[in-house]
């Protein structure tokens, strides 16, 4: 009789997903808190990013197979449990396309009058 071979990636003990539902919510409550601070949310972003990059590098890069079909098995599972952890970045463009489609929330009361094209030079009478 076989064996069901055991899933490459197991779901965290309990400990661990209660640690996680805590990262979760607090950085979450920290995006709420700087909701209305542009320079506050970057910086959380780009912790996020800094953190995900190190971690990838340090903690999961290693722990990779290392043959072909070992590797392959494992990228099949990940894809079936949700897919790869990515963290995109806004590139220049989609942002640019959303302040196309975001109307501008303080119209200029007073424009500028235009200068006069063609200025009076003639001495005053």
């Not at 990636?9 to 409550?29: F, K, Y």
């Amino acid at each position: 009789m076989t064996q069901t071979p055991q899933p490459l990636v197991q779901t965290p003990p309990q400990p661990l997903t209660s640690e996680l539902a805590a990262i979760d919510q607090t950085v979450r409550s920290l995006a709420q808190q700087s909701s209305q601070e542009l320079d506050t949310t970057l910086a959380l972003l780009r912790l996020l990013e800094t953190l995900h990059r190190d971690i990838s590098a340090t903690y999961f890069q290693p722990l990779l197979p290392n043959n072909r079909q070992a590797l392959y098995a494992l990228l099949r599972e990940i894809e079936g449990q949700g897919g790869w952890p990515y963290i995109p970045r806004m590139t220049l463009r989609s942002l640019l396309s959303a302040m196309e489609q975001t109307p501008d929330p303080s119209p200029d009361p007073s424009p500028n009058p235009s200068p006069d094209p063609s200025p009076n030079l003639s001495p005053n009478p």
